[in-house]
């Protein structure tokens, strides 16, 4: 019995020794470089034109401007109109007056020389959303016909955001 | 069977996911498009004396003063000389003669309300005359180029105002 507690020790005792004399060999060094770049930062402005005379607007007649600028990357940028804006066909918008809603204007939204945007569809929500030919600029203009404009203030919500495809 | 059933379904979803572009860090802006009524204009012209002496006046003195007003918004104001003929291209400068004897003539002048002359610029062209720019007070004055002898006489003044749309 004496001999088997000794026996058992010396096992023991060989087994720390082996513990405390391992190594490691082939050591392969690997290397990942987080990049924390900078967050994007967009910023969009809808300037009204002043001096809108009510009555008769001819057709293509420029009513806002719209800019969109970026700081932190040079996304795509792609512009629709707000989800409270009744919509037409494509990029028409019709507004409502703010004093009469039976005052009625309708308005697109096109690049600043009055050319359609590419659009793309099939995005969340489904909606279609323009970008944008310098990736910045776009105007809001009458529709491209005549028009009788009753006196009224008429808004007019657009969205920006970062394409992401 | 299992395998390729699941092995289907994990490329469709892939697929799906290849096509769903999506747009973030979305801003909203809004404007409000403004249409005001059509302002009515309402335009005086004033003589600066009830009467005047028949006398040699020295250059820029003020015989008339007008106001053009806008009844609503603040529209870019222009006038013109209301005659049709002997008007300097410029726009701004006239010759009136006398009622009683068109040989007596005044030479005139618009000028701003702080007395300078008013300048029109090349475009401000409108059915073959110059339109001279009021600034927003809407006042302008009239006054001799010159100096001028005036001869005893009446002198009708007449201007014509209306909303510059560039």
Known sequence: ?165 | MFIKTFLGCAIFVCLVNAHAATVTNVTTATATLNFNANPTLTHTLTPAQSTFEAKTYPAGTVFANGLVKASVGNPDIAIVWHYDAEEDPGGIDAIVHGTNDPSHTINLQFHNSDGSIINVPADHLFNGKYWAPLKADGIYTIENEQDVTIAADEYVVSVDAGIWNS
């Open chain 1, 1 to 165: 019995m004496k001999h088997q507690k000794t026996l058992l020790a010396v096992l023991l005792t060989m087994s720390c020794i082996t513990a405390h004399a391992a190594s490691v060999a082939d050591v392969t060094p690997a290397t990942a470089t987080v990049d924390f770049s900078q967050a994007m930062t967009l910023t969009h402005t809808l300037t009204p034109l002043s001096n809108l005379q009510a009555g008769a607007v001819t057709a293509d007649t420029k009513l806002a401007d719209g800019k969109i600028t970026v700081t932190g990357g040079t996304p795509t940028i792609a512009i629709k109109a707000s989800s409270s804006m009744q919509t037409g066909t494509m990029n028409a918008v019709i507004l409502k007056g703010n004093n009469d809603p039976s005052h009625t204007l309708d308005v697109s939204f096109v690049n600043p020389d009055g050319t359609g945007m590419a659009a793309d569809t099939g995005v969340a929500g489904g909606a279609v959303w323009f970008m944008p030919f310098d990736n910045e600029n776009y105007i809001i203009q009458s529709a491209s016909r005549e028009q009788t404009v009753a006196a009224d203030q008429y808004d007019i919500s657009m969205d920006a955001g970062i394409w992401n495809n």
